[in-house]
Nanobody, 121 residues
Framework: QVQLVESGGGLVQPGGSLRLSCAAS????????MGWYRQAPGKQRELVAV???????NYADSVKGRFTISRDNAKNTVYLQMNSLKPEDTAVYFC???????????????WGQGTQVTVSS
């Protein structure tokens, strides 16, 4: 069984910073791309940033230059450093990981439970 556990959300003032973490645990044969998505009230879930197993990254235009995604493969953990936060960054942030749980299994997408990020004065 694979689990993704997120941490680091909270309330921050505009211009502030937060760092989200997401650790994958359980049966993991291979950990492929990991990423962060967010969903604001009344809106669809959207991609924020993704990082491949080779370290290649991709960001939504709205967060380029402000957010940085990174990963620690030894810890099966992905991070999202969020700087210069804006009220429009307020959302529930979800961790996503594409994992092959066993050598004989197909790659599956797993999701964390979500962590609330609120940017408000």
């Amino acid at each position: 069984q694979v689990q993704l556990v997120e941490s680091g959300g909270g309330l921050v003032q505009p211009g502030g910073s937060l760092r989200l973490s997401c650790a994958a645990s359980g049966s993991i044969f291979r950990l492929n791309a990991m990423g962060w998505y967010r969903q604001a009230p009344g809106k669809q879930r959207e991609l924020v940033a993704v990082i491949g197993s080779d370290g290649g990254v991709n960001y939504a235009d709205s967060v380029k230059g402000r957010f940085t995604i990174s990963r620690d493969n030894a810890k099966n953990t992905v991070y999202l450093q969020m700087n210069s936060l804006k009220p429009e960054d307020t959302a529930v942030y979800f961790c996503n990981a594409n994992i092959r749980p066993e050598w004989y299994a197909q790659v599956q997408a797993y999701w964390g439970q979500g962590t609330q990020v609120t940017v408000s004065s």
